[in-house]
């Protein structure tokens, strides 16, 4: 394994184990998850590889060989927390929310190896916060379950790298089952495994990554999060899963406000609707959905691209049953639903739209649902 193999160069001695978390696509239920709504995601087969042994003192010395490339470089050594910066962050992070909780977590030599596509929507950064999470509860016999260290690695991103998002990247790193989706009342956070193997019907899911790389951190996921808080304070409820008259909600608001709450409100709707579909075994008529969803994220929420929507686009013009962007937005990936005929037809019609607009052309990436957090070794 790579990452234990460079562990021993850097270190000079074995890890005390080796854990895994995958990233997620999140089939549909987009911006939805904080604002108490519905999420129905599942784990992608890429992810994230921590080797990671304990310290007798608090220092973390952290090495990525995403960053050092093959041969192991010299590990960063963090000794107070606002040294981090980066991808670091997200590392300390964990190790600040653990002992936010009262966990008694000292520090830690980690080397960090991940396959998941950056910047592509597919929940990098929580994959690296869960498969650290992981590993510490279980060095330091913490005894947390899989929702406690996924509400920990939110807590982290929330409070100490800065972005406001909901609970369902972590949840899915931490949660998924392979074959399934994972269902989440993302406000009881109860869960549910969702079967969701379409290969007997012909069918796979494709990911179409732009290569269009985002950073939410700007301010744009803030903005959309404010404006569902603060139509959420003028319609009197304490989140918008509570909206159940929207015709009477939305001739209450305007501007933004309105065009965020028209969203989230039928995005939960979309939810539970292909979750009754997948129930009934129509699993091909799902693909209205996905479509339904992106156009209310490009027109309502407003968080879709130029490169998104013609991947869209192309891609059911080709054949697909169904697709849309995925991820927080502004760039990332999108996905869609294609019988197993018509990948091929998709692939060209999507890479024939780019170069007709001088893009460079989008990778695509076949994905199944894979298996939640688990340790390697």
């Keep these: ?57 608090d220092t973390i010395a952290l090495l990525s060989l995403q960053t050092a490339g093959r041969c192991p470089g010299e590990p960063q050594v963090i000794k107070e927390y606002g040294e981090a910066e980066g991808w670091v962050r997200y590392v300390v992070g964990v190790f600040w929310a653990l002992r936010q909780a009262g966990h008694a977590v000292r520090g830690a030599d980690l080397v960090i190896d991940g396959d998941v596509p950056q910047g592509a929507g597919l929940s990098s950064s929580a994959a690296l916060e869960v498969a650290v999470a992981l590993a510490l509860n279980d060095l330091y016999d913490l005894g947390l ?12 991103e929330n409070d100490f790298v800065g972005m406001p998002c909901g609970i369902m990247d972590q949840a899915a790193s931490a949660l998924s089952k392979e074959g399934h989706a994972l269902f989440m009342d993302c406000r009881s956070l109860a869960t549910r495994a969702v079967p969701f193997d379409l290969s007997a019907d012909g069918l796979q899911t494709l990911i179409i990554d732009t290569g269009i790389h985002h950073e939410l951190a700007d301010g744009q996921y803030a903005r959309r999060r404010h404006d569902c808080e603060s139509a959420a304070k003028r319609l009197g409820v304490t989140s918008l899963r509570d909206v159940t008259d929207l015709a009477g909600a939305l001739s209450k608001l305007d501007g933004d406000e309105r065009k965020r709450v028209q969203h989230v409100v039928t995005e939960n709707h979309r939810v539970e609707a292909l979750i009754g ?29 130029p490169e998104l929507d013609v991947a869209v686009e192309a891609a059911v013009r080709g054949g697909a049953r169904g697709a849309r962007m995925t991820g927080g937005g502004f760039g990332g990936s999108a996905i869609a639903l294609v019988a197993d005929d018509r990948v091929e037809r998709v692939r060209e019609e999507v890479e024939q739209a780019y170069d007709e607009r001088g893009w460079a052309a989008p990778r695509f990436l076949p994905a199944t649902p894979g298996p939640g957090a688990r340790r390697l070794g």
């Design 145 to 156: 379950s899989r929702l406690d260290l996924a509400l920990l690695s939110q807590k982290a």
């Design 277 to 305: 579909l997948l129930r009934a075994g129509a699993v091909r008529e799902i693909g209205a959905l996905l479509n339904a969803s992106h156009l209310s994220l490009r027109d309502q929420y407003e968080v879709s691209c």
């Design 1 to 57: 394994m790579r990452a234990v193999d460079a562990f021993h160069a850097a270190f000079g001695h074995e890890p005390e184990g080796a854990w895994h978390a995958p990233g997620r696509v999140n089939l549909i239920g987009e911006h939805t998850d904080y604002n108490d709504g519905f999420v129905l995601p599942f784990a992608v087969p890429w992810g994230v590889t921590a080797a990671v042994s304990r310290r007798d003192d």
